[in-house]
Structures are given as structure tokens and as C-alpha cells.
């Protein structure tokens, strides 16, 4: 089970942190990427980090802005999100990668219950 917590209201150019936190042994091994929905759109692919940590992607869109990590003892992956825009104001989600492409929905087949954000501008 995935559970992303952390979502809220932020004035442009704030930060927030989101929280996806990780129970049962299925997701031992596996990376975790954060996706996004804003309304009206697709949802649509933000970061990932393997399972060791020590690879991660990024969309270019928010490249230098964000930094996605895990802590495994912790069972928990964060999203910290810096110098938000309007534009990043989204239903955020977790999710366990499986196969495939990182940038395809298609490839998870475990997803938390999504976080709000809003930024205002």
C-alpha cells in the first residue's frame, strides 16, 4: 500500500514536501516515482528514485526545482518541492514502478491515493 500525504496550499515560489509511505513487502526492491494530475490533463510522470537511491529522474519541467529521495528504514519516499509556480498546482501521486518505461503509467501497477497542491500565484 502506498500513501502520499504532505499536499496543501503554498504561495508561488514556496516549497512543500510530500511523504508516499510504503507498507508491505511488495514494494521491497522496487523504485517509486511521484506522478501528477492537474485538472483537465493527463497525468503525468515527475520523478523517480530506484530502489538503492542512488539513481533519480526528473521531468524537465521540474528539473532544479524538486528532489525526490527514500528512506528505506523508514519505509517513506519524499518529494521536496522548491520555488513552486502555479503551474505545479496538481493531484500528486505514488506509485511502484514495475516495467517499462519510468514516463508511462502503463508501467506502475500500484498507486497511492494522491495528495493535493495548490500553488497560488
Known amino acids: 500500500q502506498l500513501q502520499a500525504s504532505g499536499g496543501g496550499l503554498v504561495q508561488a515560489g514556496g516549497s512543500l514536501r510530500l511523504s508516499c509511505a510504503i507498507s508491505?513487502?511488495?514494494?521491497?526492491?522496487?523504485?517509486i516515482s511521484w506522478f501528477r494530475q492537474a485538472p483537465g490533463k493527463e497525468r503525468e510522470f515527475v520523478a523517480v528514485i530506484t530502489w538503492s537511491g542512488g539513481s533519480t529522474y526528473y521531468a524537465d519541467s521540474v528539473k532544479g526545482r524538486f528532489t525526490i529521495s527514500r528512506d528505506n528504514a523508514k519505509n517513506t519516499v519524499y518529494l521536496q518541492m522548491n520555488s513552486l509556480k502555479p503551474e505545479d498546482t496538481a493531484v500528486y501521486y505514488c506509485?511502484?514502478?514495475?516495467?517499462?518505461?519510468?514516463?508511462?503509467?502503463?508501467?506502475?501497477?500500484?498507486w497511492g491515493q494522491g495528495t493535493v497542491v495548490t500553488v497560488s500565484s
Open positions: 508491505g513487502r511488495t514494494f521491497s526492491g522496487h523504485s
Open positions: 506509485a511502484r514502478y514495475d516495467s517499462g518505461s519510468y514516463y508511462y503509467i502503463n508501467s506502475y501497477n500500484y
